[in-house]
């Protein structure tokens, strides 16, 4: 990665998380995470799903488990050969390959078959756009909370774990 | 954004809307603000409601907040298409223009990416219940409909609860083969229509079908219902996946 790549702080009630985003290989994917940054929209989300030894998935919900209206999904870039390799950042999407809009997750562990198969709807991976360069404690601290069901959800920590703001650097 | 070449047809069926189960009503939404957007074309094809008694059900804010959320889709660019299904089979164009969409016939041909695909909610394919399709051959009918809608909102709506428990308990009795597809109807239906692909909902039994019509291979898509898991169809260049929206690695 270069100096000129992005840079985001996720300010969590657990500490802050800094994320280098690779702006060279995932020039989509990177535009439109920043263009959530801009608009506020992970200001007030939640950490929703968190799984040790997996990763842990956020900005997409409210602390009252609303999900926030988003963008047009982005282009699926996870032919890009970034690998989905601990504390890498990557965008949760549903079962279609081209559908992730704002929900994103930071790998906790070295998660080989998430990566870019072939191109079609079971092999296309998930898109890595960057890492955690700053804050790997405070990953770590969230992978271990305590977690149970809510509403329709599995995997949700007890005590919410909220984005309280993101904030870009220059 | 998705480049239009790449955009896909999405189809939902089954979704049940009803006041009863309001995580599905949250589960429409979220498809709705999210993986719908940017689509070529959304197609309904039936029963996205639990019942429908008339489009002045529209002043049911569940109803009216579905309408709405259908028509910021269209006009984001999303064209949007109905087909009625069993139960919500008076649902009418006021209701799809409230929508921003337009009201199908209840099979239609569309060429999807260079496949011609039949497109219908699939009761008419269950020709082995009979007594349905007495029943849907008397409520389909253009008179008894009229007089029917005629009728005061909450008569309706007494009515509608009658047919449901009248279902519900014919349905408890009936062997389940009786209320899958006739394998022959559904030939005749692809061979009338000229195609080798198929999609349809209403039998709860999502699957992809091979079968052989007139010694060539045709398949059938079956949606699933949304009383288990939400999900919808996508289909494109590459064929037709079935999409949970579940947001996940």
Redesign the interface.
Known sequence: MTDTNPTVVLHTNHGAITLELDAVRAPKTVANFLAYVRAGHFDNTLFHRVIDGFMIQGGGFTPDFRQKPTRPPVENEATNGLKNARYTVAMARTSDPHSATAQFFINVADNGFLDHRSPDAKGWGYCVFGRVVGGTDVVDRIKAVATGDRNMHQNVPKQDVVIERAEEKA | ???AA?A?TLFISDLHLSRDRP?LV?AF??LM???V??AAALYVIGDLFDSWVGDDQLRQPLAAGVAAAFATLAA?GTPIYFQRGNRDFVLGQRFAAAAGGSLLADEVVRDLYGTPTLIMHGDQLCTDDIDYQRFRAFWRDPVHQRRTLALPYFVRQGLAMLFRAVSQRATADKPPLIMDVNAEAVAAAMRTHGVRRLIHGHTHRPARHELDVDGLLCERYVLADWYRVPSYL?VDA?GA?????????
């Open positions: 954004m998705l480049t790449m896909p995580e949250d939404h979220a603000r999210g993986p957007y940017g984001s996508r590459a996946t079935p999409c949970g929206f579940e947001f996940a690695p």
